[in-house]
């Protein structure tokens, strides 16, 4: 990243800021995808994160990569999306939903085993909840973009051993959650 292009990108040239942002388009994708669980709303939470980029860019100090900068937008405005669909769906009542002509699908299993596995998967998301945001972004990148620890060292700019070891605690301290939970 060039100074020259920075400059140009902070004083609102939008083809600085495409440059400096493109290479960085599929990464936020991937991550926006891997928190809502939905390819239509992982475009639009990505087309959100470059806006609020592009509205901010004066903002960029420079003091993270520009890929963790990203990245970070694109966690906070993925989270919000999945926070604003929670908050829809809870208020929308299944019987209305009838009325409108949903059924719920019949996978197969039974609502007890359905039951105990939406347990499970929500005491991990609580769990994960629970960590520190860097523990939760790492485990995210790893397991959720399924990204190499190089790929997560370019995408956050830390060292891979920094990465490796911020990644061994995180899974450490998400084990102890999830057991502490459990009591």
């Not at 105990?116 to 998301?125: D, F, H, I, Q, Y």
């Amino acid at each position: 990243m060039t100074q020259r292009m920075l400059q140009k990108a902070k004083r609102g040239n939008a083809d600085a800021f495409v440059a400096l942002c493109a290479p960085f388009e599929n990464m936020v994708y991937r991550h926006c995808l891997q928190i809502v669980k939905n390819p239509a709303d992982a475009q639009d939470a990505a087309q959100e994160t470059m806006l609020k980029a592009y509205r901010a860019f004066a903002s960029f100090e420079g003091r993270s990569e520009l890929a963790t900068w990203l990245y970070k937008i694109a966690h906070n405005v993925s989270l919000d999306l999945v926070k604003r669909a929670y908050r829809q769906r809870e208020s929308a009542s299944l019987d209305g939903l009838r009325e409108q002509g949903f059924e719920p699908r019949a996978d197969g299993a039974s609502p007890e085993e359905l039951y105990v596995k939406s347990g499970e998967e929500a005491a991990l998301r609580d769990a994960v909840f629970t960590l520190p945001e860097r523990q939760q972004a790492l485990l995210s990148l790893r397991y959720g973009d399924q990204m190499s620890y190089g790929q997560i060292a370019q995408a956050t700019g830390l060292k891979i051993g920094t990465v490796k070891s911020a990644l061994n605690r995180a899974r450490e301290d998400l084990r102890a959650a999830m057991e502490s939970a459990r009591r």
